[in-house]
């Protein structure tokens, strides 16, 4: 089973981004702002799948508009919508089997989301100055904001006597904190490659229906979380600012 962990990446990237945005000198002559669209996995981490499983991963999609704001840090804005899955079965115990838990329970979820975002990208390397255009840029980065989530979702249970309490459907509005990290590619003067993978803390332990539910059969005390990763494809504006001299003066450009 595959088992993924962020502890520090939040704090870490709201860090760099506050910084970041103090100490940052400004941009070149030159703003950049990219549009993009980019297409992955969201995947959900709860009651019913306790540790990060790539095999309950479902595809998403999300689009984006970003914007330099100096060297270092660029904000992007992003809705992005996806599948989720888990179930009981998947969770592998002692020798790889299934607990005895969630062998008595037989859960399953199901369902999707949307969520609407802001984050502060703290990109390590200068990728906004491209003197050679015929030459590769990248920079991995790090990122942290807050995002706005409609979920919906729908728990069931294969065990006969569970079914009255476990058997729900729903609708979640909430608030999620996403960090995570990447890297982007420009692969010319426009178009530009990306990979990230994010981790949304939620503060709800109700996104699977089960927070309520006795404390023999769930773990109330963790509050759930979902995932995106992907890969993208963005296209770069540019916008050239004029010196001082030339905007105080328009005739200086005749």
């Known amino acids: 089973m595959t088992v993924f962990r962020f502890p520090f990446a939040l704090p870490a990237g709201l860090l760099l981004a506050g910084s970041a945005f103090f100490l940052a000198t400004p941009a070149f002559a030159q703003h950049t702002s990219e549009l993009g669209i980019g297409v992955g996995a969201t995947n959900y981490k709860g009651e019913v799948s306790p540790q990060f499983q790539w095999q309950n991963s479902r595809p998403a999609l999300t689009v984006f508009y970003r914007r330099d704001i ?13 599948f989720l899955r888990a179930t009981d079965a998947n969770v592998e115990g002692v020798g790889g089997t299934t607990p005895p838990l969630q062998q008595y329970r037989q859960l399953r979820l199901t369902g999707g989301l949307v969520e609407a975002s802001g984050v502060v990208e703290y990109n390590f390397l200068d990728y906004h100055r491209r003197k050679d255009q015929h030459r590769a840029h990248f920079s991995p980065y790090l990122f942290a904001g807050l995002g706005v989530y409609f979920a919906n979702t729908t728990v069931r249970s294969d065990n006969p006597d569970l079914q009255a309490d476990f058997n729900r459907q729903g609708s979640k509005v909430g608030i999620a904190i996403p960090a995570g990290a990447g890297i982007k590619i420009a692969l010319n003067e426009h178009f530009n490659l990306g990979a990230e993978i994010g981790a949304r803390k939620t503060f709800t332990d109700q996104f699977d229906h089960t927070g309520d539910q006795s404390p023999l059969l769930v773990n109330s005390h963790d509050q759930d979380w979902y995932y995106y990763s992907g890969i993208s494809l963005s296209y770069t504006f540019y916008k050239i600012l004029c010196p001082t001299p030339y905007n105080n003066d328009k005739k200086l450009l005749r």
Do not use: I, K, Q, Y
């Open 70 to 82: 100096s060297t270092p840090v660029t904000l992007r804005a992003s809705l992005t919508t996806g």
